[in-house]
């Protein structure tokens, strides 16, 4: 139990266009899901607390117009990089808690961005 | 934000060999999650422990949550256990995590 799945796993966009991800949480409901980054050789950052039905929470220094983050279902939650730019290559995780258990927190496996 | 700090920030060990990981933190918390990253990038929940000891095969965990760390303690180590061990903390739903310790286990 408690599976977490992204897609796309990874994906190269150009410079100026916007990429789509996805976050599913497969059996289990996620009123609460997390969004983070990680650069090569670092720890995780949090983004963003994604609330379904109500706006998502950015953390400081996050810009919430380029990462547009859609909590649309008790299953989905889906981060958009809009405008993308070299700068925002990296590797992004998100995470979602079981809505019956503790604040234990699963993790997707990832999708690494490439922005040429 | 909380603090945290994982020690050693890098071990070897030789197979077969025990090791203890170290996460300290600043703040109170009630949400403590150790994870082991896979070279794919994945995190496997290895323990949720905001207090107390648990087990699981040769791993097993300990936070004392009063003086503000927990430890991960892995025995008879194995290739396998090589990657990147991060300690993660938090009180209610956010999380910080460590830098982390990257473990390589040698045959």
């Known amino acids: 139990g408690a599976v977490v799945s992204q897609h796309p796993s990874w994906v190269i966009c150009k410079s100026g266009t916007s990429v789509k991800i996805e976050c599913r949480s497969l059996?289990?409901?996620?009123?609460?899901m997390f969004w983070y980054r990680q650069f090569p050789k670092q720890s995780l950052m949090l983004m963003a607390t994604?609330?379904?039905?109500?706006?998502?929470?950015?953390e400081q220094g996050v810009e919430k117009d380029k990462f547009l983050i859609n909590h649309a279902s008790l299953t989905l939650s889906t981060l958009t990089v809009t405008s993308a730019h070299p700068e925002d290559s990296s590797f992004y995780i998100c995470?979602?808690?079981?809505?019956?258990?503790?604040?234990?927190?699963?993790f997707g496996p990832g999708t690494r961005l490439t922005v040429t | 934000g909380i603090q945290v700090e994982q020690s050693p920030p890098d071990l070897i060990l030789q197979e077969g060999a025990n090791s203890t990981l170290r996460c300290n933190f600043s703040?109170?918390?009630?949400?403590l999650q150790w994870f082991h990253q896979n070279p794919w990038g994945q995190l496997i929940n290895l323990f949720y422990?905001?207090?107390g000891t648990k087990q699981n095969g040769r791993l097993s965990a300990t936070t004392v949550a009063t003086e503000r760390y927990s430890l991960l303690y892995i025995s008879s180590s194995q290739t396998t256990d090589s990657g990147v061990y991060f300690c993660?903390?938090?009180?209610?739903?956010?999380?910080?995590f460590g830098a982390g310790t990257t473990v390589t286990v040698r045959a």
């Open positions: 995470s979602a808690r079981d809505d019956r258990d503790s604040y234990e927190q699963y």
């Open positions: 059996d289990f409901q996620a009123t609460t």
């Open positions: 994604s609330n379904e039905g109500s706006k998502a929470t950015y």
């Open positions: 703040d109170s918390v009630n949400n």
């Open positions: 422990i905001p207090s």
């Open positions: 993660a903390v938090g009180y209610d739903y956010k999380l910080s």
